[in-house]
C-alpha cells in the first residue's frame, strides 16, 4: 500500500536527521495517513479512503465529500477517488 494521500496526492517527502555535531543522514517525512469513511450526500453511502489528517480537514472545510472532489483537481486524485468522482458526477446530473 503506497503512502499516498488519495485526495490531495500529498507523499513522503525526504530530508536529513542532523545530530548535536550536526551530522546529516537521510531520512523520510512520512505523511499522517488514516482509514477514513468519508459519507457521501449525492449517493447517500459511504466510502473509504487512506487519507492524511490536513485533507480530512479540508474535506470538513469544504463541506462534505461531494464539496471536496467537485473542486479537486482530477491529477491529484487516486484512481479510487476519480471513479467515485465521477458517480457522483452522474448522479446530480441524473437528479437535476
Known sequence: MS???ELT????MS???VSHA?????RRFLPNLNDVTLQSE???RGFKF????A???SVDH?????????KAKDSELSSNALKVKKEIEKSVQAGA
Request: with cysteine; charged share 30%.
Open 22 to 26: 550536526n551530522n546529516k543522514t537521510k
Open 9 to 12: 496526492g500529498k507523499g513522503p
Open 42 to 44: 449525492a449517493l447517500r
Open 50 to 53: 487512506r487519507i492524511s489528517a
Open 62 to 70: 469544504r463541506g462534505g465529500l461531494d464539496a471536496f472532489l467537485a
Open 3 to 5: 503512502r499516498r494521500c
Open 15 to 17: 530530508g536529513n536527521n
Open 55 to 57: 485533507a480530512l480537514r
